[in-house]
């Protein structure tokens, strides 16, 4: 397969896409159940299997080696642990994962755009948002962050003549 042509304009819409998220003014937020799955481009099986894999050996090794009801009562506590403690900071790294990911190259943004499960929203209006795959993130950052477009040129200091 060919490489895809990208036109001046797409570079510029990403461009701005690219400012507005290093100023904070467009928040990356995900859908983690649609983006967090084996086809993605940003999916780690590691960070889906280890915080339920761990619990049990280590429960089961309890079992073994202690007895049933402790060995599942660590299990339990330390599956609920992981539920809200670890997942939250798992969320946090897939997030920091895909933005990355996604601001690297116009080609990354658009893969990511074409699997969904990433969500644009303006952080100085928070109701004018677009969702991937459907919205057109082009035509978002275009009507919100126009200004961005324009690349500035730095003026060339002036010879003064005395």
Same mark, same amino acid.
């Given at each position: 397969?060919?490489?895809? $042509?990208? #036109? =001046?304009?797409?570079?510029?819409?990403? #461009?701005?896409?690219?400012?507005?998220?290093?100023?904070?003014?467009?928040?990356?937020?995900?859908?983690?159940?649609?983006?967090?799955?084996?086809?993605?481009?940003?999916?780690?099986?590691?960070?889906?299997?280890?915080?339920?894999?761990?619990?049990?050996? @280590?429960?089961?090794?309890?079992?073994?080696?202690?007895?049933?009801?402790?060995? @599942?009562?660590?299990? $339990?506590?330390?599956?609920?642990?992981?539920?809200? $403690?670890?997942? /939250? /900071? @798992?969320?946090?790294?897939? @997030?920091? =994962?895909? =933005?990355?990911?996604?601001?690297?190259?116009?080609?990354?943004?658009? /893969?990511?755009?074409?699997?969904?499960?990433?969500?644009? $929203? +303006?952080? &100085?209006?928070? +109701?004018?948002?677009?969702? #991937?795959?459907?919205?057109?993130?082009?035509?978002?950052?275009?009507? +919100?962050?126009?200004?961005?477009?324009?690349?500035?040129?730095?003026? &060339?200091? /002036?010879?003064?003549?005395?």
């Amino acid at each position: 397969m060919g490489k895809k $042509v990208t #036109s =001046r304009a797409d570079e510029l819409t990403f #461009s701005a896409l690219q400012k507005a998220a290093a100023e904070d003014k467009v928040h990356i937020c995900l859908l983690t159940s649609q983006i967090n799955r084996p086809s993605s481009p940003v999916y780690n099986p590691w960070e889906v299997l280890l915080p339920i894999l761990v619990p049990v050996l @280590l429960g089961l090794t309890l079992i073994l080696m202690v007895g049933p009801l402790f060995g @599942l009562l660590f299990m $339990v506590a330390l599956i609920l642990i992981s539920t809200h $403690v670890i997942k /939250k /900071k @798992l969320d946090a790294r897939l @997030l920091q =994962r895909t =933005r990355d990911f996604m601001l690297f190259s116009l080609e990354n943004c658009q /893969k990511i755009w074409e699997f969904g499960g990433v969500v644009l $929203v +303006n952080t &100085a209006n928070k +109701n004018q948002g677009c969702v #991937s795959p459907d919205g057109d993130w082009k035509e978002f950052v275009v009507s +919100n962050f126009a200004d961005l477009m324009v690349e500035k040129k730095q003026e &060339a200091p /002036k010879d003064e003549k005395a």
